[in-house]
């Protein structure tokens, strides 16, 4: 039963070095796992406990944070992936834990289908992606997690529990943004709908007025983000709404030249010598920032909300409430204009309704995101610690799986029902068979 897989898919015993996607988390687990049903999971749960070892489950390992770390037992779900179950009638798919998304949006498209919301990458599991609040930017539709009519996880005892709105309502209520702090997610049920064309349209905008125009621009399109380039005063909208079509994809040439070309080979290169030479950071954001032009194309959804992510980095993001967005912003731009940081990537905006998960980053309030980045192996700690101090002083909730400091004293303060989340997990795992040091901090001991 036990795995003979690392991350990378080689061969190896125990105490392989595990890393996460940005490169900043390693650990060296006791040994990996990777069940290939429900059963073998429980068991693998259950023998973990008799020997005194800590579980955490992982996915293709993208939250910057030390999330899924662990010296016990590292469970990983790549024998779990596919499509249990697509229910027409109630538009539902249950589909395993370890399903990629990308894996998933493609069986949907097959079947004439679509989830309504999703985030800008598709290499995530869905597990990993709902149990930190992946989200993407909506008007009226929410996060991926919030996407979730119902969740079959193991325990710290090794059964197996399943939860929806009608079933166990109040692990249902918390588990769909879990952390790993209550289980293994082993499936998890989506509402999907039937597939639908979205217009992107996309085009440069100055930063004050887009600032000026947020709301405006938020309540008139199902889907609207923005990024700013620190050092200039210009930004790259888009705005994402549904279509009757017809179908009109990017060119494969032009979306070769301006997603891969230019977003990632040209911005990669630019990064590089923005690390060597700092001082030539603002002239690069001045061309960066004019360096794609306005375009519209219309296609099915997983091809308009995500995109290729090929340069790596660090990141930092905080849920603000909506109407605190434009002070936010203003305040991190001043604190950029003034220091003598270099930032080479972009900030990136987006938003969420408020949704009814416990510990979700829109939970009980209308939400903006905002995500600061630094090209990784680039010195990042002054910059994030300076935004996060503008992040906090709005009562903002930083991302799960992004990088952070905020410990379990601010969360109660900041989630009004973080208590329901910890008397919770102090009934599903008294024994903190799933705690790490993150998630002491976090949650408490």
């Given at each position: 039963?036990?795995?003979?897989?690392?991350?990378?898919?080689?061969?190896?015993?125990?105490?392989?070095?595990?890393?996460?996607?940005?490169?900043?988390?390693?650990?060296?687990?006791?040994?990996?796992?990777?069940?290939?049903?429900?059963?073998?999971?429980?068991?693998?749960?259950?023998?973990?406990?008799?020997?005194?070892?800590?579980?955490?489950?992982?996915?293709?390992?993208?939250?910057?944070?030390?999330?899924?770390?662990?010296?016990?037992?590292?469970?990983?779900?790549?024998?779990?992936?596919?499509?249990?179950?697509?229910?027409?009638?109630?538009?539902?798919?249950?589909?395993?834990?370890?399903?990629?998304?990308?894996?998933?949006?493609?069986?949907?498209?097959?079947?004439?289908?679509?989830?309504?919301?999703?985030?800008?990458?598709?290499?995530?599991?869905?597990?990993?992606?709902?149990?930190?609040?992946?989200?993407?930017?909506?008007?009226?539709?929410?996060?991926?997690?919030?996407?979730?009519?119902?969740?079959?996880?193991?325990?710290?005892?090794?059964?197996?529990?399943?939860?929806?709105?009608?079933?166990?309502?109040e692990v249902f209520a918390a588990?769909?943004?879990?952390?790993?702090?209550?289980?293994?997610?082993?499936?998890?049920?989506?509402?999907?709908?039937?597939?639908?064309?979205?217009?992107?349209?996309?085009?440069?905008?100055?930063?004050?007025?887009?600032?000026?125009?947020?709301?405006?621009?938020?309540?008139?399109?199902?889907?609207?983000?923005?990024?700013?380039?620190?050092?200039?005063?210009?930004?790259?909208?888009?705005?994402?709404?549904?279509?009757?079509?017809?179908?009109?994809?990017?060119?494969?040439?032009?979306?070769?030249?301006?997603?891969?070309?230019?977003?990632?080979?040209?911005?990669?290169?630019?990064?590089?010598?923005?690390?060597?030479?700092?001082?030539?950071?603002?002239?690069?954001?001045?061309?960066?920032?004019?360096?794609?032009?306005?375009?519209?194309?219309?296609?099915?959804?997983?091809?308009?909300?995500?995109?290729?992510?090929?340069?790596?980095?660090?990141?930092?993001?905080?849920?603000?409430?909506?109407?605190?967005?434009?002070?936010?912003?203003?305040?991190?731009?001043?604190?950029?204009?003034?220091?003598?940081?270099?930032?080479?990537?972009?900030?990136?905006?987006?938003?969420?309704?408020?949704?009814?998960i416990t510990l979700s980053t829109?939970?009980?309030?209308?939400?903006?995101?905002?995500?600061?980045?630094?090209?990784?192996?680039?010195?990042?700690?002054?910059?994030?610690?300076?935004?996060?101090?503008?992040?906090?002083?709005?009562?903002?909730?930083?991302?799960?799986?992004?990088?952070?400091?905020?410990?379990?004293?601010?969360?109660?303060?900041?989630?009004?029902?973080?208590?329901?989340?910890?008397?919770?997990?102090?009934?599903?795992?008294?024994?903190?068979?799933?705690?790490?040091?993150?998630?002491?901090?976090?949650?408490?001991?």
């Open positions: 039963m036990r795995s003979t897989r690392t991350a990378s898919g080689t061969a190896n015993g125990k105490n392989r070095t595990w890393r996460n996607w940005g490169g900043n988390v390693s650990v060296r687990p006791a040994r990996e796992v990777a069940p290939a049903s429900v059963d073998e999971l429980a068991e693998a749960v259950r023998e973990a406990a008799e020997e005194g070892l800590r579980v955490k489950a992982v996915g293709t390992g993208h939250s910057f944070t030390s999330i899924a770390a662990t010296d016990g037992v590292l469970i990983r779900p790549d024998r779990m992936t596919g499509i249990r179950r697509v229910d027409r009638e109630a538009m539902t798919v249950t589909v395993e834990a370890g399903t990629p998304l990308e894996r998933l949006n493609l069986a949907l498209a097959r079947e004439g289908l679509s989830l309504t919301n999703m985030g800008d990458i598709m290499e995530q599991t869905v597990s990993g992606a709902t149990s930190t609040g992946t989200h993407g930017t909506g008007r009226d539709s929410a996060s991926i997690a919030a996407q979730i009519r119902g969740l079959e996880m193991v325990t710290a005892d090794g059964s197996v529990l399943t939860c929806s709105e009608r079933e166990n309502p588990a769909r943004i879990g952390l790993g702090a209550l289980g293994v997610v082993t499936a998890i049920t989506f509402a999907v709908e039937p597939v639908f064309l979205l217009t992107a349209r996309e085009e440069p905008m100055p930063f004050e007025r887009v600032l000026a125009e947020f709301d405006e621009l938020r309540a008139e399109n199902e889907h609207f983000e923005f990024y700013w380039f620190p050092h200039t005063g210009n930004t790259s909208t888009k705005r994402n709404n549904r279509s009757a079509g017809p179908e009109q994809p990017v060119g494969r040439l032009k979306g070769w030249f301006e997603d891969e070309f230019l977003s990632n080979g040209v911005f990669q290169a630019a990064n590089w010598v923005g690390r060597a030479v700092p001082a030539a950071v603002p002239a690069i954001a001045r061309i960066s920032s004019k360096a794609l032009s306005a375009r519209t194309y219309t296609d099915t959804p997983y091809k308009v909300f995500t995109s290729p992510r090929r340069v790596r980095f660090v990141e930092m993001e905080y849920a603000v409430p909506c109407e605190a967005v434009g002070e936010t912003l203003r305040e991190l731009k001043a604190m950029v204009d003034r220091s003598r940081l270099r930032i080479s990537f972009p900030v990136e905006v987006r938003t969420a309704p408020a949704d009814d829109a939970s009980g309030r209308d939400s903006a995101y905002v995500a600061v980045h630094m090209f990784r192996g680039t010195p990042y700690q002054a910059y994030f610690t300076a935004a996060e101090r503008i992040f906090t002083a709005h009562e903002g909730r930083p991302h799960w799986g992004k990088l952070h400091t905020r410990d379990a004293e601010y969360f109660s303060r900041v989630y009004p029902r973080f208590g329901e989340f910890t008397a919770l997990r102090d009934r599903l795992d008294p024994d903190r068979l799933f705690r790490n040091d993150y998630l002491r901090r976090v949650l408490g001991p």
